[in-house]
């Protein structure tokens, strides 16, 4: 019997990996589901997304199955306000943001007469209506575009579509730095408001990065929720590229793991000292960071240097009669 042919199209599609972001469906969460008590930078939740603040308020981060019905999703991020800053000093700034790889926004052609458009799409919902701030920011040239979207109906999920004009000055690098942040803007003190929204490419300046932006922080009953960010070459937002978790994993595994040691191996020991070669799961974008080991272990490599492998694996020495390692490998942008 012959077999039916597969059509293609949506198969192609879901190969392509158009969406620039990576785990914009939220459904990774390495670092746990809840933070709370949050008032510095850093990753907490869903995986890639970062909190950049400064003394605006304290927050929790939460990986929320509250998500759009009908749509595909079961999860997204969540921002809960639990101090408030309801008058931010001037250089005051709340930010959700994620950087990406130069190499991987070679196709973009940006700094050449032929720089693609890029079109973002989200789900976001809200108790706080109003103008809202997403930014792109070529870290290379120091260049940056605004444009603004409206919440219009509160605790409603709304669907956001944003296009912004190719840049055909300052190309990407292509190496494995962070070439773009987005940021999505939820609060800024006048140091970001009080100029011109930059919603052309241009030299970044702050004072018109975020100019009409609502703060997120003015109240403790304020919550915004986000899924589905969607970031694409062209001026048209395509459906929401979903991925195997499998997939979805391992290219959020390049940038994070933890990992977790025995309290006794077998293996190759020199006297009194076991040598032991941890393998990550996925090759990292760099060295990584590793912290947060209990145990006593001397790490051999990814100190400094030129170790070979560094990016795939660690040697370590631990004493002969067991030890524990729990790692957080982190090679974040």
Same mark, same amino acid.
């Given at each position: 019997?012959?077999?039916?042919?597969?059509?293609?199209?949506?198969?192609?599609?879901?190969?392509?990996?158009?969406?620039?972001?990576?785990?914009?469906?939220?459904?990774?969460?390495?670092?746990?589901?809840?933070?709370?008590?949050?008032?510095?930078?850093?990753?907490?939740?869903?995986?890639?997304?970062?909190?950049?603040?400064?003394?605006?308020?304290?927050?929790?981060?939460?990986?929320?199955?509250?998500?759009?019905?009908?749509?595909?999703?079961?999860?997204?991020?969540?921002?809960?306000?639990?101090?408030?800053?309801?008058?931010?000093?001037?250089?005051?700034?709340?930010?959700?943001?994620?950087?990406?790889?130069?190499?991987?926004?070679?196709?973009?052609?940006?700094?050449?007469?032929?720089?693609?458009?890029?079109?973002?799409?989200?789900?976001?919902?809200?108790?706080?209506?109003?103008?809202?701030?997403?930014?792109?920011?070529?870290?290379?040239?120091?260049?940056?575009?605004?444009?603004?979207?409206?919440?219009?109906?509160?605790?409603?999920?709304?669907?956001? !579509?944003?296009?912004?004009?190719?840049?055909?000055?300052?190309?990407?690098?292509?190496?494995?730095?962070?070439?773009?942040?987005?940021?999505?803007?939820?609060?800024?003190?006048?140091?970001?408001?009080?100029?011109?929204?930059?919603?052309?490419?241009? !030299?970044?300046?702050?004072?018109?990065?975020?100019?009409?932006?609502?703060?997120?922080?003015?109240?403790?009953?304020?919550?915004?929720?986000?899924?589905?960010?969607?970031?694409?070459?062209?001026?048209?937002?395509?459906?929401?590229?979903?991925?195997?978790?499998?997939?979805?994993?391992?290219?959020?595994?390049?940038?994070?793991?933890?990992?977790?040691?025995?309290?006794?191996?077998?293996?190759?020991?020199?006297?009194?000292?076991?040598?032991?070669?941890?393998?990550?799961?996925?090759?990292?974008?760099?060295?990584?960071?590793?912290?947060?080991?209990?145990?006593?272990?001397?790490?051999?490599?990814?100190?400094?240097?030129?170790?070979?492998?560094?990016?795939?694996?660690?040697?370590?020495?631990?004493?002969?009669?067991?030890?524990?390692?729990?790692? !957080?490998?982190?090679?974040?942008?």
């Amino acid at each position: 019997m012959a077999l039916s042919k597969i059509p293609s199209a949506g198969f192609q599609d879901n190969v392509k990996f158009r969406n620039i972001i990576i785990n914009g469906d939220m459904s990774i969460a390495q670092r746990g589901t809840s933070t709370s008590s949050i008032t510095s930078s850093g990753y907490n939740t869903a995986d890639r997304f970062k909190v950049t603040v400064s003394n605006m308020g304290t927050w929790t981060q939460t990986q929320s199955t509250e998500v759009p019905t009908g749509q595909g999703f079961a999860k997204s991020l969540k921002m809960d306000c639990t101090t408030a800053d309801a008058s931010p000093s001037a250089g005051d700034f709340l930010i959700i943001e994620q950087q990406v790889e130069g190499q991987n926004l070679q196709y973009l052609k940006k700094g050449t007469s032929s720089a693609e458009s890029v079109t973002l799409s989200f789900w976001v919902k809200s108790n706080k209506t109003g103008t809202y701030i997403f930014e792109l920011v070529d870290n290379d040239n120091s260049r940056a575009i605004s444009k603004s979207y409206t919440i219009s109906s509160a605790d409603t999920w709304e669907k956001k !579509t944003i296009t912004y004009a190719g840049d055909t000055s300052g190309a990407f690098d292509n190496d494995n730095n962070g070439s773009l942040r987005l940021f999505f803007w939820l609060g800024g003190g006048t140091n970001y408001t009080s100029g011109t929204l930059n919603t052309s490419w241009g !030299t970044r300046v702050d004072t018109n990065a975020a100019v009409g932006q609502v703060n997120l922080a003015d109240s403790t009953s304020n919550e915004w929720y986000i899924t589905g960010v969607q970031l694409e070459a062209g001026e048209v937002a395509s459906d929401f590229e979903f991925l195997p978790h499998d997939v979805n994993l391992n290219r959020c595994l390049r940038y994070f793991e933890e990992y977790q040691g025995a309290n006794s191996h077998a293996g190759l020991y020199s006297g009194s000292t076991y040598i032991g070669h941890i393998f990550y799961k996925i090759r990292k974008r760099t060295r990584p960071t590793l912290s947060g080991a209990s145990g006593n272990y001397t790490q051999l490599n990814n100190s400094s240097g030129g170790d070979k492998g560094a990016e795939d694996s660690m040697y370590f020495t631990a004493p002969a009669n067991g030890y524990l390692v729990n790692l !957080t490998i982190d090679s974040e942008l």
